[in-house]
């Protein structure tokens, strides 16, 4: 059985949505957050909603709320209480697009499993582009 979060619910269009109650979200390049979710599916770690902007190139990983109080980490930015997102309807498909949708696993990503996740995939991408 498929969850519906809260947020997606009267959620038919794009919408800006505040962050920190729900959800925070940490935003990363698209293709950095393409390999964190490989990595984090190859650990065996519930990966949680993940959207991706056509537009601007960004993805963000929606994460428990809190998490952006105490997130440190270079290539991101971590938005919480006060931070706003755009975030689209679940099987939305326009420039916004979600690579793991809010209806399809668990509502957030772990934030200490994501944060291993990404410093492993901007290393790689370092590594590829020397």
Do not use: I
């Amino acid at each position: 059985m498929q969850h519906s979060p809260t947020w997606t619910r009267n959620l038919s269009e794009p919408k800006l949505l505040a962050a920190g109650e729900d959800w925070d979200a940490v935003r990363v390049s698209a293709d950095v957050a393409v390999r964190a979710v490989r990595d984090l599916e190859a650990r065996g770690v519930p990966v949680g909603p993940v959207l991706h902007d056509l537009c601007s190139e960004q993805a963000y990983f929606l994460t428990p709320p809190g998490t952006a109080q105490d997130w440190e980490q270079d290539g991101t930015r971590a938005l919480g209480s006060g931070s706003w997102v755009v975030l689209a309807p679940p099987e939305w498909d326009g420039l916004l697009r979600w690579v793991r949708d809010p209806t399809d696993g668990p509502a957030h990503t772990p934030a200490d499993d994501l944060a291993a996740a990404l410093a492993d995939a901007m290393a790689t991408a370092e590594e590829a582009a020397r």
